[in-house]
T-cell receptor, first 113, second 116 residues
């Protein structure tokens, strides 16, 4: 079965630093998403992306966050100035159509020190 | 706003016994409903979905779920649990009226523990 791949699997950064989390969605999928899961808490929606633009974002996704699909295969999440509370597992997901199941990557564990 | 409630943090069941993991939802209009499973250090894996049609939905690994519109529930079930079913289970909902965003809202998750 095709997979969503995420790199790196673990990222450690200092508070205030910029991080870029990378994802390669499934090739024929049209919708892309970022979710995050703080340890012990529920999976939270961050942003959805369709047709090269953000289609929906949550309150969490403030000006410190941005997404990009730079080359038609990668889908990145950038956090400009990380905060301690950004420490979480970040999941990328994709779907072929809007009402279909999401395929999730294995996640990037971000630790902000 | 759409929301999901999973009232049980943990469900314990003996292998071979039936299991139920509960989920209720709130959404405008008719929902799309999903169950995902998460094994340790892994991403979420799709189990099953309800879009329309038969209220009883069958999914992967012998799991099924029943959509009950009047009770706004979508409980996950399996007739005979296996130790390998032990994992974290998430219910999720998407409304049909959310436009192009397709945001899934997840519940807090239920830890299923199946013991010998």
């Amino acid at each position: 079965e095709p997979e969503v791949t995420q790199t790196p699997s673990h990222q450690v950064t200092q508070m205030g630093q910029e991080v870029i989390l990378r994802c390669v969605p499934i090739s024929n999928h049209l919708y892309f998403y970022w979710y995050r899961q703080i340890l012990g808490q529920k999976v939270e929606f961050l942003v959805s992306f369709y047709n090269n633009e953000i289609s929906e974002k949550s309150e969490i996704f403030d000006d410190q966050f941005s997404v990009e699909r730079p080359d038609g295969s990668n889908f990145t999440l950038k956090i400009r100035s990380t905060k301690l509370e950004d420490s979480a597992m970040y999941f990328c997901a994709s779907s072929r159509l809007g009402n279909e199941k999401l395929f999730f990557g294995s996640g990037t564990q971000l630790s902000v020190l | 706003a759409q929301s999901v409630a999973q009232p049980e943090d943990q469900v314990n069941v003996a292998e071979g016994n039936p299991l139920t993991v509960k989920c209720t939802y709130s959404v405008s209009g008719n929902p799309y409903l999903f169950w995902y499973v998460q094994y340790p250090n892994r991403g979420l894996q799709f189990l099953l979905k309800y879009i329309t049609g038969d209220n009883l939905v069958k999914g992967s690994y012998g799991f099924e779920a029943e959509f009950n519109k009047s009770q706004t529930s979508f409980h996950l079930k399996k007739p005979s649990a296996l130790v390998s079913d032990s994992a974290l289970y998430f219910c999720a909902v998407r409304g049909r009226l959310t436009g192009g965003g397709n945001k899934l809202t997840f519940g807090t998750g239920t830890q299923l523990k199946v013991e010998l």
